[in-house]
């Protein structure tokens, strides 16, 4: 069974200091780790696909890496519109291949 | 790009009402997902479709049952409702030569059952 865990469950920034997000998984076959934004009251948005260990990813001030057992989404120098929940998902090469599973998230709040 | 629309962004229901939540994708996409989502407890797969007239069931279908009479659409329906699923209701798409996004969610539908 696929499983993800993400860390911390909430971080609080400042405004311009630059932190990490954890994406723990395992995974039978991973055919990709899918990271998403989600705002109050709204559906996820998709940020990134990553589909195999070193590979990385940018958008503005996030980039997204992975290794074998974890991705993490680096916040560079965070505004407090980047305050949302992140959520990581991972799909396997397992029955039901088109599922994601997801982790619970994790609720960043960028302090002015 | 892709667009899910879910037809209600908030609803109150009374305990015991048949509910019904509907959800459209205009891309042509084969898979479609019903979650509901708690705080605490993540997103959680209630069902899921991979073509027409087709349903799974998820990790909590008790309650619960789909229908998919066309590609497009995807319905969620709460038989009898109860306090308990009181909710955000997130659907989802995804298509067979698209997977490189993962799913596309709809903007969601609070339900509150009084």
């Known amino acids: 069974e696929d499983q993800v865990t993400q860390s911390p469950e909430a971080l609080r920034l400042q405004e311009g200091e630059s932190s990490s997000l954890n994406c723990s998984y395992t995974?039978?076959?991973?055919?990709?780790l899918f990271w998403y934004r989600q705002d109050p009251g709204k559906g996820p948005e998709f940020l990134f696909t990553?589909?195999?260990a070193g590979e990385e990813k940018e958008k503005e001030r996030l980039k997204a890496t992975l290794t074998k057992k974890e991705s993490f989404l680096h916040i560079t120098a965070p505004k407090p519109e980047d305050s949302a929940t992140y959520l990581c998902?991972?799909?396997?090469?397992?029955?039901?291949?088109?599922?994601?599973?997801f982790g619970k998230g994790t609720k960043l709040s960028v302090i002015p | 790009d892709v667009k899910v629309t879910q037809s209600s962004r908030y609803l109150v229901k009374r305990t015991g009402e048949k509910v019904f939540l509907e959800c459209v994708q205009d891309m042509d996409h084969e898979n479609m997902f019903w979650y509901r989502q708690d705080p605490g407890l993540g997103l959680r797969l209630i069902y899921f479709s991979y073509d027409v007239k087709m349903k799974e069931k998820g990790d909590i279908p008790e309650g619960y049952s789909v229908s998919r009479e066309k590609k497009e659409r995807f319905s969620l329906i709460l038989e009898s409702a109860s306090t308990n699923q009181t909710s955000m209701y997130l659907c989802?798409?995804?298509?067979?030569?698209?997977?490189?996004?993962?799913?596309?969610f709809g903007s969601g539908t609070r339900l509150t059952v009084v």
């Open positions: 989802a798409s995804r298509g067979d030569r698209h997977i490189s996004r993962g799913y596309t």
């Open positions: 998902a991972v799909q396997g090469s397992g029955a039901g291949s088109y599922q994601l599973t």
């Open positions: 995974v039978s076959g991973l055919r990709g």
């Open positions: 990553l589909y195999s």
